[in-house]
Every structure is written in C-alpha cells, then in structure tokens.
C-alpha cells in the first residue's frame, strides 16, 4: 500500500507509540510482568468511589443523561463545565478569566498536537518557528507531534545540582537561554516534569514568564500532573496564569485517562483556534469526561479529592518507591531525581556501561516494563550521554509490583555494572 507523505509520521514506532503500546501488549504478556512504565495513574478506591457517585447522580437524571450522551456538545467545551471552572478559577486563584478563556479537547495530548503546530512551523511572514523546551529531560509525547517535515522543538540541556550523593535536581540554565520571537512561536514546560518528577519552583517559573513576556512569546504551562487539579506535586509551589500564559489541563491524572479530556486555559485568541480546530477535525469534544467534572465542581469534591486523597495517597507511594530504591540500590552509583511530583522516580545510573535502551530490552525480558531515558529530549541535537544513562519508573502500581520491579532493576543494573 502507499501512503502520502502526511501518513510518514504514523509508519514510525516513535517513543510515545512505544510508550502506549507497552501498555497494551504488558496486559497480555505472560506473567509476571512489573508494570512499571507507562503513564496510568492509580486506581485509588476512594476517588473511584466518588466518581461512582457523581456518574451514578447522571444516569439516575434523565435530561442530564440524555445530554451527556444523546447530543453533541459545544465546540469549544461543554458550556456549564466552561462556566463553573472558570468561576473556581477566578474565586480561588483571583485569575481574570471567564468562559470564553477556556475549551476543551479530547485529552491534553491533542491539546498539544494543536498548540505546537498552531505556534510552530512556517509562519507566513517567512519565518520557521520552534517550541522552546527551556528543560529536557522532557515529555516524550511532545516529540512526535509536529506535522512540519523539520523537527519543530529546539530542546536545551537542563543544568544538575547534586543535592546529596544519591539526590539531583534539574534547574532551567538561564545563562544559555535566549527566546526570540523570530525564532521561538512559544516556551513550554510540563510542570510536574514527566519523566523527571520536577516541579520547577515558583521563582524560576516567574522568571521563565518574565523573560517569555519580554521577548513578547507565549509560554505554554502543561499541568497534567500540576495545578490547580490533579495537584500531584509534593513541593509548596503555586498556579500561575495570565493571558500570555497558556495552561494546559487534564482529567487524565485525576483517574479519568479513560474519559479523554483536555482543557486549555488561555487567551480568547487561542480558545477559538481549538473550537474551530474541533468542529473541523472532530465535531465536537467529547461530553462525559466534562459533563462529570462539572458535577465535581458543583459538589465541592474537585479540589477536596485533590487535596484530601489524590496527594496523599500519592505522597504515600513515592515515599515506599524512594524507600525501596534505598534498599535495593544503595550499592549502586545511582541517583534519584528529588521527586517533587507526577508519579515517576527518574533513575540517574552514572556512566552505565550499557545504554538505556539496552537495559529496558533486558527489563522487558524479565517481565519489567520501564521507560529508557533517551526518549525524553525532544529538540535537543547533541550527544548529551546523559540521556543513555537515566530511565523513569512509575510507581502507580501496588507497592509488591515495584518492590519487586526495582529489585529486578538493581540486579540488571549490578549486573550490566559487574560485567563491564
Ligand atoms: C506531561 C504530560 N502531558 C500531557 C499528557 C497527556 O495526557 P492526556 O492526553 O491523557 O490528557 C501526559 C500523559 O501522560 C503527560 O505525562
């Protein structure tokens, strides 16, 4: 069969197909298998129990049913889920916003396939423009979004600070960082950071603002993980928005990856670009994922799981996860990026003798599912051997399923060490 030139980049088994498709054939491998790649969140009974509840109010009302799933909806989102986020928004955050600043998309990974090539490529001006990833490691999702034949990320080392000798943190190198409007269409940065855990503080993050408001470049903040909903960041760090601020949102890492919804809070320019981009390419966005969100908000119980479950329990994980590594790798020449939020420990194993990719090849053997970290520098064109060196390990899964994961990490890892 031949493809058009478009259909190139589906006929590559690029790091996010990778990534998915891990998911899929992990499920029907022979056990065990250690599940410890990916991107799924938990399934934490109280907050399924909740969702139960809302969904189960729904059904039992039959216009609102028959809404949710008889009638398309808004092209720009569901208009009550629009009205009441944006009045959370403007009542706990004191954000200048209403309806119209937000829409909504089938998953924040569309939200992005939209911005990325609506803000890079060919401008008509002449000019071929980039997404400025000012941190990699970075969202391996970003990476195979552009639909411009040249890559459209131009990705810049982050800088390392020992913090002990088995803790590191990755900081924004400000000093290398230059955001010309001529060549930059935006500046994005995923806060939490997937694969890494970083959040990048509320000083850098302003500074970042400051110096994209200067070069007059918006600057895309991806909260998946972030704020103000899941809230999955363990560090005292606070939501910013502003109309030069595009944030980017999701109902995925709350426990609804399912439900395929993503919203966007930003200018009214760009909340129109993506009702008009769903009535083209999909009618309209989906309606159960915002149909159950905006019954969430209306019983208070968005930000109460946020803060009195969905953190918690993950606080909880990430301390058994750290703890494990401990034990099972104290031996090791590894460190662990501080796990300030998301739910992945980002394993820095100093001048591995095998590369990354080889090590998860001897994972997946023994049944454990990790993601290699060379995946994760979009845009970034150097030889970087730090990226051969790092993989990243959700620790979502039951507590017996990592023990045992990170144990089978440690001897791969000795192992590949001992025999070099
Ligand atoms: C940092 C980050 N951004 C965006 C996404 C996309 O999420 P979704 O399309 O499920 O909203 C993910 C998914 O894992 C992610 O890790």
Redesign the pocket.
């Known amino acids: 069969m031949q493809f058009s030139r478009f259909a190139q980049r589906f006929q590559q088994d690029t790091g996010t197909v990778q990534l998915m498709d891990d998911l899929g054939k992990a499920r029907s491998a022979p056990p065990p298998v250690y599940m410890l790649g990916g991107?799924n969140p938990a399934h934490i009974p109280e907050v399924e129990a909740v969702f139960k509840e809302a969904l189960s109010e729904i059904l039992n009302d039959a216009s609102r049913f028959g809404q949710m799933v008889g009638e398309y909806d808004n092209p720009q989102g569901n208009d009550a889920f629009c009205h009441a986020l944006a009045n959370m928004l403007h009542e706990q955050f004191g954000w200048h916003i209403d309806a119209d600043n937000i829409a909504i998309t089938n998953?924040?990974?569309?939200?992005?396939g939209l911005l990325f090539n609506c803000l890079a490529g060919q401008f008509p001006d002449g000019h071929f423009k980039k997404i400025l990833l000012p941190i990699t490691p970075e969202?391996v999702?970003y990476a195979d979004v552009g639909l411009a034949e040249e890559d459209i990320f131009e990705g810049h080392r982050a800088t390392i600070e020992c913090l002990d000798e088995h803790t590191f943190k990755y900081h924004v190198d400000f000093d290398q960082l230059v955001i010309d409007p001529m060549r930059h269409g935006a500046v994005c940065v995923?806060r939490p950071?997937?694969p890494t855990g970083n959040v990048i503080s509320d000083a850098e993050l302003t500074r970042l603002r400051a110096r994209c408001q200067t070069a007059g470049v918006p600057l895309i903040i991806?909260g998946?993980?972030g704020l103000p909903f899941p809230g999955m960041i363990f560090t005292d760090a606070k939501p910013l928005w502003d109309d030069g601020i595009i944030l980017?949102l999701?109902?995925?890492?709350l426990g609804l990856?399912g439900l395929?919804?993503?919203i966007v809070v930003a200018d009214p320019s760009i909340t129109r670009l993506i009702r008009n981009a769903n009535a083209i390419n999909s009618l309209s966005p989906g309606r159960v994922g915002p149909t159950l969100a905006a019954a969430l908000l209306q019983r208070g119980d968005l930000m109460r799981l946020c803060n009195e479950s969905i953190r918690p329990f993950y606080q909880s994980k990430v301390a058994h996860a750290l703890s494990e590594v401990r034990r099972a790798m104290g031996n090791l020449p590894v460190r662990v990026h501080r796990a300030e939020g998301?739910l992945f420990l980002w394993l820095w194993f100093e001048d591995l003798p095998i590369s990354s990719a080889e090590l998860y090849a001897r994972l997946v053997k023994k049944g454990v599912y990790i993601i290699p970290g060379h995946h994760f520098f979009p845009g970034l064109n150097d030889d970087w051997q730090h990226r051969n060196e790092c993989i990243r390990v959700n620790y979502a899964a039951p507590n017996d399923v990592v023990t045992i994961g990170l144990n089978i990490i440690a001897e791969t890892v000795k192992n590949a060490y001992d025999n070099s």
């Open positions: 991107g998953g924040s990974q569309s939200s992005f969202y999702g995923s950071t997937n991806d998946a993980y980017c999701s109902l995925s890492k990856p395929r919804t993503g998301a």
